[in-house]
Nanobody, 127 residues
């Protein structure tokens, strides 16, 4: 079973930057899709960015030009570089291995197994 551990969240002022990391354990070579989601208080969870094993990326309109997703296959790690942060980016950010999601979790893009949402990492943008 693959485990994902998010890190890098914190408190940052508007206009600042943070880099989130997602370290995967287990057999993770060429994971088909890895993605970052976020959920702000009182709002639905939303897809922020995804990256495929071939390096294709996609972003939510709200973060285009500010966020960059990348992956290091050798380190089994995916990153989310967040620049020009805004208060509305405040949320808990989750790293997942697929984009077929439900309220309680997601389906792994490689195995099809269902995983519950993890704890995520809190990002707070405030002055």
């Amino acid at each position: 079973q693959v485990q994902l551990v998010e890190s890098g969240g914190g408190l940052v002022q508007p206009g600042g930057s943070l880099r989130l990391s997602c370290a995967a354990s287990g057999h993770v070579l060429n994971i088909r899709i890895m993605a970052w989601y976020r959920q702000a208080p009182g709002k639905q969870r939303e897809l922020v960015a995804l990256i495929t094993s071939g390096g294709t990326t996609n972003y939510a309109d709200s973060v285009k030009g500010r966020f960059t997703i990348s992956r290091d296959n050798a380190k089994n790690t995916v990153y989310l570089q967040m620049n020009s942060l805004k208060p509305e980016d405040t949320a808990v950010y989750y790293c997942v291995r697929g984009i077929a999601t439900t309220d309680s979790g997601y389906f792994d893009s490689d195995s099809g197994s269902f995983y519950s949402w993890g704890q995520g990492t809190q990002v707070t943008v405030s002055s």
